[in-house]
């Protein structure tokens, strides 16, 4: 069984900063590419940032700079620190795995 569990979110001001981690279970971890997407109210998911196998990562414009993905292969886990928070960061961020499966996701609140 593949699970992804999102933990984390919560609502927070402008400038501030959360942590999501992501904890995988039922995949070799170690050999999958990861992701972060989001989806915010009446909009389409889209890509957060990806971080391969390597450990080379890629993001996307509007979270570059503050946004840091990382992984812990021991841990099974992959994470997404959150700096500089804005209020268009709110959204549903789910986890995501190469494999395709999908986290329930979880909910950040930015407020101005």
């Known amino acids: 069984q593949v699970q992804l569990v999102e933990s984390g979110g919560g609502l927070v001001q402008a400038g501030e900063s959360l942590r999501l981690s992501c904890a995988a279970s039922?995949?070799?971890?170690?050999?999958?590419?990861m992701g972060w997407y989001r989806q915010a109210p009446g909009k389409q998911r889209e890509l957060v940032a990806r971080i391969f196998t390597d450990g080379s990562t890629n993001y996307a414009n509007s979270v570059k700079g503050r946004f840091t993905i990382s992984r812990d292969n021991a841990q099974n886990t992959v994470y997404l620190q959150m700096n500089s928070l804005k209020p268009e960061d709110t959204a549903v961020y789910y986890c995501?795995?190469?494999?395709?499966?999908w986290g329930k996701g979880t909910l950040v609140t930015v407020s101005s």
């Open positions: 039922g995949i070799r971890f170690s050999i999958n590419d």
């Open positions: 995501h795995t190469h494999v395709d499966y």
